[in-house]
C-alpha cells in the first residue's frame, strides 16, 4: 500500500511549497538565515537555522529529482542593522557567504561561478516599521522622526537621544530582526522533463553530472526570471543573547538609610550577563537627640554577588558577606516604648576594635523607568547571621563599663532598602581600546 501512495504523497509535497513552480522552465526557492552580531559561523541553534536551511535544501533536491531542473544561479542579500558601517558589513556578509556556499555544496551541485553576492543595505525602512510597531521604544516619537527624516548622521543623532537609552534599547530589541541573510537559488529545466514521478531518497550526496561546467555556461546568459514574492513565517522575537549585552556600572543610595540621616552610598557592576558584584556603604557618626540619649553610629559594609533571573525582567537573589562598627543607645526612649531601663544603656563593638562580622542571603527587584531607562528603582530585603562582642556603657558621657566583651549571635533581617539607581554603560578608556570596540560595533 505505502508503493501506491508514495508518488502521491511526493506530488502533494510539491503542490505546496507555494514559493517553487515546478511546470516552469524556471523558479526560485529562498530561506533566511541569521548571524549572530559580528559573527560568520554558521549556529543551527540560533533562531532555528538548522531547520530551516535542512528543508530549503530537502525542497531543491526534489525539485531537481522530479523535474531534472539544475541550478542556474545563487544569490545572497544581507541587509543590515544600522550600528555598523556600510564597509565592514560587506565584509562580513562577503564571509557568511563563503560559509553558506560551503554548507549548500555539501548537499547540492553547482560551480562557484553561479554564486553572486547583492550589494549591503541598511534596513532603516525595516527599522522604521518596528518602532512603529512597538509602544515600548524610549522617546519613540522623536526616534521615528529621526530615522524617517533620513538625515546623514541619523546614527549619531540616536545614540545622543536622551543619553543613549533609545540607541541601547534598539540594538537589543529591534536589530537583531534586520540582520537576515536570504539565499535565492534559481533552477531551471536543462532536458526534456521526465515522465511520471521519480522515488527519490533525500539523505543520498549528490552527484554531479559530467556536463555541468558546460552546462552553467550556456545557461547563465539567460535572462534570469524575476524574484517571486515570498511570505514567510514572521520570526519569532527571542531574548537579547550574550553578542548584545552591555556592561553597566550602577550608583544607588538607599532612601531608608537616609530617612535615618545615615550617609549611604553604592556600586554594582556587571560580571557578566545576569551576575554581578554590589558593595553599598553606611555611616553615621551623630547623636540623634542629645549625648545621652537615642544614637545610632555605624560604618558598615556588604558586599554581595547577585544572580538576576532570566526573563523576570529585574528579580535577583543574593548572597552576602557584612561587617560593621556599630555604637547605639536608645536611653530615654527605651522606657517610652516599653522597654526595660537596661536597654537604655549605650552598646557598642568591643574596644570598638571587634565588628560584627556575618553574612546572609536577600531577595530583591530592579526596575527601569521607561522614560530614561538608564534611571531606575530597587527593593530589597536581606537576612542573615551575625557574631557580636561588644561592651556595654551607662548611656552618659564617659560612662563606665557595666559589662565586657559579651558575646551573642544576631538572626534576622540585616538590610532593606528602597534605592535610587543610575547606570552607567562601561567603555574602554584609552584610544586604542575605543577604536578597536568600534571596529567590533561596525559588525553587524
Same mark, same amino acid.
Not at 560593621?324 to 522597654?339: E, S, V
Given at each position: 500500500m505505502k508503493?501506491i501512495?508514495?508518488p502521491?504523497?511526493?506530488?502533494?509535497l510539491?503542490?505546496?511549497m &507555494?514559493?517553487?513552480s515546478v511546470?516552469?522552465q524556471q523558479s526560485?526557492?529562498?530561506?533566511?538565515?541569521?548571524?549572530? *552580531?559580528?559573527?560568520?559561523?554558521?549556529?543551527?541553534? !540560533?533562531r532555528?537555522?538548522?531547520d530551516r536551511?535542512d528543508?530549503?535544501i530537502a525542497r531543491? @533536491?526534489?525539485?531537481?529529482d522530479l523535474?531534472n531542473?539544475?541550478?542556474? @544561479?545563487?544569490?545572497?542579500?544581507a541587509?543590515a542593522s544600522?550600528?555598523?558601517?556600510?564597509?565592514? /558589513?560587506?565584509?562580513?556578509?562577503?564571509?557568511?557567504?563563503?560559509?553558506?556556499?560551503?554548507?549548500?555544496?555539501?548537499k547540492?551541485?553547482?560551480?562557484?561561478?553561479?554564486?553572486?553576492? /547583492?550589494?549591503?543595505?541598511?534596513?532603516?525602512?525595516?527599522?522604521a516599521?518596528?518602532?512603529?510597531?512597538d509602544? $515600548?521604544v524610549?522617546?519613540?516619537?522623536e526616534?521615528?522622526?529621526i530615522?524617517?527624516?533620513?538625515?546623514p548622521?541619523?546614527k549619531e543623532? %540616536?545614540r545622543?537621544?536622551n543619553?543613549?537609552a =533609545?540607541?541601547?534599547? %534598539?540594538?537589543r530589541?529591534?536589530?537583531p530582526?534586520?540582520r537576515?541573510? @536570504?539565499i535565492?537559488i534559481?533552477?531551471?529545466?536543462?532536458? *526534456?522533463?521526465?515522465?511520471g514521478?521519480?522515488d527519490?531518497? %533525500?539523505?543520498?550526496?549528490?552527484v =554531479?553530472?559530467?556536463t555541468l561546467?558546460?552546462?552553467?555556461?550556456?545557461?547563465?546568459? *539567460?535572462?534570469?526570471?524575476?524574484?517571486?514574492?515570498?511570505?514567510?513565517?514572521?520570526?519569532?522575537?527571542i531574548e537579547?543573547?550574550?553578542?548584545?549585552?552591555v556592561?553597566k556600572?550602577?550608583v544607588?543610595t538607599n532612601?531608608? #538609610?537616609?530617612?535615618?540621616?545615615?550617609?549611604?552610598?553604592?556600586?554594582?557592576?556587571?560580571?557578566?550577563e /545576569?551576575?554581578?558584584?554590589? %558593595?553599598?556603604?553606611y555611616?553615621?557618626?551623630?547623636d540623634?537627640?542629645g549625648i $545621652?540619649?537615642l544614637?545610632?553610629?555605624?560604618l558598615?559594609?556588604?558586599?554581595e554577588v547577585?544572580?538576576?533571573i532570566?526573563?523576570? /525582567?529585574?528579580l535577583y537573589?543574593?548572597?552576602?558577606f557584612?561587617?560593621g562598627?556599630w $555604637? !547605639? =543607645?536608645? #536611653?530615654d526612649?527605651? &522606657?517610652?516604648?516599653?522597654?526595660?531601663?537596661?536597654?537604655?544603656?549605650?552598646?557598642?563593638?568591643h574596644?570598638?576594635?571587634?565588628p560584627?562580622?556575618g553574612?546572609g542571603?536577600?531577595? #530583591?527587584?530592579?526596575l527601569?523607568?521607561?522614560?530614561?531607562? @538608564?534611571?531606575g528603582?530597587e527593593?530589597?530585603?536581606g537576612?542573615?547571621?551575625?557574631?557580636? +562582642?561588644?561592651?556595654?556603657?551607662?548611656?552618659e558621657?564617659?560612662?563606665?563599663y557595666?559589662?565586657?566583651?559579651?558575646?551573642?549571635?544576631?538572626?534576622?533581617?540585616?538590610?532593606a532598602?528602597?534605592?535610587f539607581?543610575?547606570?552607567?554603560?562601561?567603555?574602554?578608556?584609552?584610544?586604542? +581600546?575605543?577604536?578597536?570596540r568600534?571596529? +567590533?560595533?561596525?559588525?553587524?
Amino acid at each position: 500500500m505505502k508503493y501506491i501512495f508514495k508518488p502521491l504523497i511526493i506530488s502533494i509535497l510539491v503542490l505546496m511549497m &507555494g514559493a517553487v513552480s515546478v511546470s516552469a522552465q524556471q523558479s526560485c526557492d529562498s530561506v533566511a538565515v541569521y548571524f549572530r *552580531q559580528g559573527k560568520s559561523a554558521f549556529d543551527r541553534e !540560533f533562531r532555528d537555522n538548522g531547520d530551516r536551511i535542512d528543508n530549503f535544501i530537502a525542497r531543491i @533536491r526534489l525539485i531537481q529529482d522530479l523535474s531534472n531542473f539544475r541550478i542556474h @544561479r545563487v544569490e545572497y542579500t544581507a541587509s543590515a542593522s544600522p550600528e555598523g558601517t556600510v564597509e565592514n /558589513n560587506q565584509k562580513l556578509a562577503s564571509s557568511r557567504a563563503a560559509v553558506m556556499t560551503g554548507i549548500l555544496h555539501e548537499k547540492l551541485v553547482f560551480a562557484d561561478s553561479l554564486v553572486h553576492l /547583492n550589494a549591503i543595505t541598511e534596513d532603516w525602512d525595516g527599522l522604521a516599521r518596528q518602532v512603529k510597531a512597538d509602544q $515600548n521604544v524610549p522617546d519613540r516619537k522623536e526616534v521615528l522622526k529621526i530615522i524617517e527624516g533620513k538625515s546623514p548622521d541619523r546614527k549619531e543623532q %540616536l545614540r545622543n537621544l536622551n543619553g543613549g537609552a =533609545a540607541w541601547d534599547y %534598539l540594538l537589543r530589541t529591534h536589530f537583531p530582526d534586520l540582520r537576515s541573510f @536570504r539565499i535565492f537559488i534559481y533552477t531551471g529545466i536543462e532536458e *526534456q522533463e521526465l515522465e511520471g514521478v521519480v522515488d527519490i531518497d %533525500l539523505s543520498t550526496e549528490p552527484v =554531479a553530472p559530467a556536463t555541468l561546467e558546460k552546462e552553467v555556461v550556456e545557461v547563465i546568459d *539567460q535572462p534570469v526570471v524575476e524574484q517571486p514574492q515570498i511570505v514567510e513565517e514572521p520570526v519569532q522575537q527571542i531574548e537579547p543573547q550574550d553578542d548584545k549585552w552591555v556592561r553597566k556600572l550602577t550608583v544607588k543610595t538607599n532612601l531608608i #538609610g537616609a530617612a535615618f540621616l545615615m550617609a549611604n552610598a553604592a556600586v554594582e557592576v556587571d560580571i557578566i550577563e /545576569n551576575l554581578s558584584i554590589a %558593595l553599598p556603604v553606611y555611616w553615621s557618626g551623630w547623636d540623634y537627640a542629645g549625648i $545621652n540619649t537615642l544614637k545610632f553610629r555605624t560604618l558598615m559594609i556588604q558586599p554581595e554577588v547577585r544572580y538576576y533571573i532570566p526573563k523576570t /525582567n529585574g528579580l535577583y537573589v543574593g548572597a552576602h558577606f557584612g561587617i560593621g562598627y556599630w $555604637n !547605639f =543607645a536608645l #536611653g530615654d526612649y527605651a &522606657g517610652k516604648i516599653g522597654l526595660d531601663h537596661m536597654d537604655g544603656w549605650r552598646y557598642q563593638d568591643h574596644k570598638g576594635e571587634s565588628p560584627a562580622i556575618g553574612g546572609g542571603i536577600s531577595v #530583591g527587584y530592579a526596575l527601569q523607568f521607561k522614560k530614561n531607562p @538608564r534611571w531606575g528603582m530597587e527593593f530589597a530585603v536581606g537576612a542573615g547571621a551575625y557574631d557580636a +562582642k561588644y561592651d556595654v556603657f551607662y548611656n552618659e558621657a564617659n560612662g563606665p563599663y557595666h559589662e565586657r566583651g559579651a558575646r551573642t549571635t544576631y538572626i534576622g533581617i540585616d538590610n532593606a532598602s528602597i534605592s535610587f539607581t543610575y547606570k552607567f554603560d562601561l567603555k574602554k578608556a584609552n584610544s586604542a +581600546k575605543k577604536s578597536d570596540r568600534k571596529a +567590533k560595533e561596525g559588525q553587524r
